[in-house]
């Protein structure tokens, strides 16, 4: 099963928008484990699952560090991108998913 990560400051402020994208990719009937990490575990999490991670998406609060972690998943061929901060900020699992599947595609 290919994963979708949510990079965020502490891996936990982000947990609301994981349930919400879970719930969107059922109703879809999308297979993908979704899940959140804290950012500076990134390195880690393309060691442990490499050809498993399908998208990385970075938190609004640490988007300064797009660049940094471009780095690394460019060298997988991973896409990555900061999540949309509206869609974020209202918990909006949808298009958040939505914004990953095109990232993927």
Request: proline letters at 4%.
């Amino acid at each position: 099963m290919k994963r979708i990560v949510l990079a965020c400051a502490a891996g936990m402020s982000t947990s609301m928008v994981v349930t919400r994208m879970e719930k969107e990719a059922a109703a879809r009937g999308l297979r993908y484990q979704i899940y959140a990490i804290p950012e500076q575990n990134l390195r880690e999490e393309l060691e442990n699952y490499p050809g498993e991670i399908a998208v990385v998406l970075l938190g609004p609060q640490v988007r300064f560090k797009l660049e940094q972690n471009k780095t690394l998943t460019d060298s997988a061929q991973i896409p990555i991108a900061v999540i949309d901060s509206l869609a974020y900020g209202t918990l909006n699992g949808a298009k958040v998913l939505d914004q990953a599947l095109a990232l993927i595609n």
